[in-house]
């Protein structure tokens, strides 16, 4: 199984960025999708969750500003960033899941840097 994010840089205030996770070895269809981040000296939080119907919802920080999608025949999911802040800072990871069945195996990603500043 591997689960790869890719799509991370530096981009200035205002700018976009779209982050892809990439996965393989696993039914990707089934399961749901988690978009987190972690900040230096911050505790990792979720940004951004779509379920294996297509159910979104996001954290208050970024709702208006990102959009999760995922491409069910590619095994891809992708965070569409745009108006990015440099609060928006961090190391991105992807986090596959089976809502339905928590003691499931679940699997993250290595992590994508983004940077937003001047």
């Known amino acids: 199984v591997a689960v790869v994010e890719s799509g991370g840089g530096l981009v200035e205030p205002g700018g976009s960025l779209k982050l892809s996770c990439a996965s393989s070895?696993?039914?990707?269809?089934?399961?749901?999708v988690a978009w987190h981040r972690q900040a230096p000296g911050k505790q990792r939080e979720l940004v951004a969750n779509?379920?294996?119907?297509?159910?979104?919802d996001y954290a208050d920080s970024v709702k208006g500003r990102f959009t999760v999608s995922r491409a069910n025949p590619d095994n891809t999911a992708y965070l569409q960033m745009d108006a990015l802040k440099p609060e928006d800072t961090a190391v991105y990871y992807c986090?596959?899941?089976?809502?339905?069945?928590?003691?499931?195996?679940?699997?993250w990603g290595q992590g994508t840097q983004v940077a937003v500043s001047s």
């Open positions: 070895g696993i039914i990707f269809m089934i399961y749901d």
């Open positions: 779509i379920t294996r119907s297509g159910s979104t």
């Open positions: 986090h596959l899941y089976l809502g339905t069945v928590p003691q499931a195996k679940n699997y």
